[in-house]
């Protein structure tokens, strides 16, 4: 029965010595796998963590660079460009922003440069028309009018028939003389190239129907493009006024600020002036003011008066 005992004991020893061994390596399996599971899990939020991190550099990044580029250029910035370091499409797209702003920056200085180049013959001619009426026609009436006033004076007394007619034919050429000189104004005022803008606005001042006040502080001579665009300017901005405005008076304001001229034409009479009507005037003064790379603003809200504001550059000269 010991001996029964002994066997069953030493049976039950090994038994528990091998379900032991057994456990223990089940115990290393059970950890190596949670160590495999959790290198796996920490590769995987490495691998997340990095395609994000490769995805906001690579493409978030320059989308949002793009979007910003694309809004500066909408607003009118067309200097606005990208790097192009992108990859694949994105590289595609960096290039593509940038060939077209660069594409409309160069046809935007290029209008500008002709549409100061049409200006500016359009002066020249004018001006030259200007030159030819002075110097020709004009010349030949006012001589005219010298011979008739001549004949009168020696014609004789005995002829008193002669006399009136004389009279009427030299007031008539002296009228035409008058008229002529008016059309060559508006066609060019020879003030303007001989004494500058400063008389030439006081001679505007002068002829316009509705009072001006003038508040002109402009030193010296500015170059010519210059004043002719200015004297347009309130040439255009005070015939408005006579013609459209209802206005008691007048003002006009011309500086010289920070290298601009700047000019402010404001009446008090009805408002309402925009440039999208059915006449050229305020749209010619854009077209010539902007062929300088000047601008000019229009505030005309219905009764409260218009406010024209112009401001050029100077350069050159
Ligand atoms: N000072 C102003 N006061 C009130 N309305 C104005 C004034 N200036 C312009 N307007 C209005 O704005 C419109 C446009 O002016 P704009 O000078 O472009 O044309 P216009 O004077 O009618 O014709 P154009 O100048 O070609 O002879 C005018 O028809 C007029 O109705
Ligand atoms: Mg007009």
């Known amino acids: 029965m010991d001996a029964l005992r002994a066997d069953f004991d030493a049976l039950v020893t090994a038994a528990l010595g091998s379900a032991r061994a057994e456990q223990r390596r089940s115990d290393a399996a059970a950890q190596r796998a949670t160590a ?35 809004r500066q250029l909408a607003d009118g910035d067309l200097q606005a460009r990208v790097p192009e370091r992108g990859a ?21 200085s290029e209008l500008a440069a002709s549409r100061s180049r049409i ?23 006012v001589s005219l009018v010298l011979e008739v006033r001549a004949i009168q004076a020696t014609s004789p007394p005995d002829r008193p028939e002669l006399a009136e007619p ?12 008058d008229e002529l000189r008016e059309i060559s104004r508006g066609i060019h005022p020879a003030i303007l190239s001989e004494a500058g803008l400063g ?7 002068r002829r316009s129907p509705v009072p001006v006040e003038l508040d002109v502080e402009v030193p010296g001579r500015l170059p010519e493009p210059v004043e002719v665009a200015a004297y347009y300017v309130v040439s255009e901005a005070l015939t408005n006024t006579a013609k459209h405005a209802r206005a008691s008076v007048a003002t006009v304001r011309a500086r010289l600020e920070d290298g601009r001229l700047r000019l402010r034409v404001r009446d008090d009479g009805a408002g309402g002036a925009t440039a999208s009507g059915s006449g050229s005037g305020l749209l010619g003064l854009a077209d010539r003011v902007e062929a300088l790379g000047g601008t000019v603003r229009v505030d005309s809200p219905p009764g409260q008066g218009t406010t024209l504001d112009a401001d050029l550059p100077v350069t050159g000269g």
Do not use: C, W
Request: no cysteine; net charge positive; aromatic share 4%.
């Open 36 to 70: 495999v599971g959790v290198a796996g899990l920490i590769a995987s939020v490495v691998l997340i963590g990095a395609y994000s991190h490769y995805l906001a550099r690579a493409v978030v990044a320059p989308v949002r660079r793009l979007a910003g580029a694309t």
């Open 166 to 177: 004389l009279d009427r034919l030299a007031d008539a050429l002296g009228e035409a003389v």
């Open 199 to 205: 008389p030439a606005l006081k001679a505007l001042a």
């Open 119 to 141: 200006v500016a013959s359009a002066d020249q001619a004018r001006r030259r028309i200007e030159r030819d009426l002075h110097d020709g026609i004009q010349q030949r009436l």
């Open 88 to 108: 694949g499409e994105i590289g595609v797209l960096q290039r593509g922003f940038n060939t077209m702003a660069a594409t409309l920056s160069r046809q935007r």
